[in-house]
């Protein structure tokens, strides 16, 4: 069992915000494929910490993969009620950019906690805003950016939603999970 994960930059370069379509088809007919069915063509470079803070709330609200950002997390309970979430970031699909000696990056991390009826009962998050060594840069490079939430689970949480957010570009990476 194996799995890929393709990537691509848009040859239409006119950002008019409109919705397009992704189609991605393979020759074998016993092999399952999973993506995103489109995205919305949006210069990052243009937008709000407003306009990100609304593309984060509506990524985590229909709790479909984003994968802009590519992450995995760990959730353990570490007291009655409370979970700690550790994200792994990989930093390869992060924006670094040179900051004398350094790479500078600036990414936050969101956790939410959903009901069984799609409510959000709560949200947590943090920001990264660093720059790091040459010596750690390559450590991250390597292993991944590690950022943990803590936070309380509300009675009635039933799925965790998380988002990483490129702040430099808006990229976004999405997972849920119990």
Do not use: C
């Not at 040859?11 to 074998?28: F, G, T």
């Not at 243009?46 to 984060?56: F, G, K, L, M």
């Not at 900051?99 to 990414?107: C, D, F, H, S, W």
């Amino acid at each position: 069992k194996a799995s890929y994960t393709l990537g691509y930059y848009p040859q239409n370069r006119k950002w008019d915000e409109r919705y397009r379509k992704i189609k991605v088809r393979v020759d074998e007919r016993d092999t399952a494929v999973r993506y995103r069915k489109g995205y919305f063509a949006i210069d990052a470079a243009q937008q709000t910490d407003r306009e990100r803070e609304n593309d984060i709330a509506t990524a985590l609200e229909l709790g479909v993969p984003a994968t802009q950002v590519l992450f995995m997390a760990q959730a353990d309970h570490t007291d009655p009620g409370k979970v700690r979430v550790v994200f792994f970031i990989d930093v390869h699909t992060l924006t670094a950019e040179d900051a004398g000696g350094g790479e500078k990056m600036n990414v936050s991390v969101y956790a939410s906690v959903y009901d069984g009826h799609g409510k959000n009962l709560g949200t947590r998050g943090t920001k990264v805003d660093r720059t790091f060594d040459a010596a750690t840069y390559q450590q991250i490079l390597a292993k991944g950016m590690m950022v943990p939430i803590d936070m309380e689970i509300p009675t009635g949480g039933q799925e965790l939603r998380l988002a990483v957010l490129d702040n430099k570009t808006g990229f976004i990476g999405t997972a849920s999970g119990p």
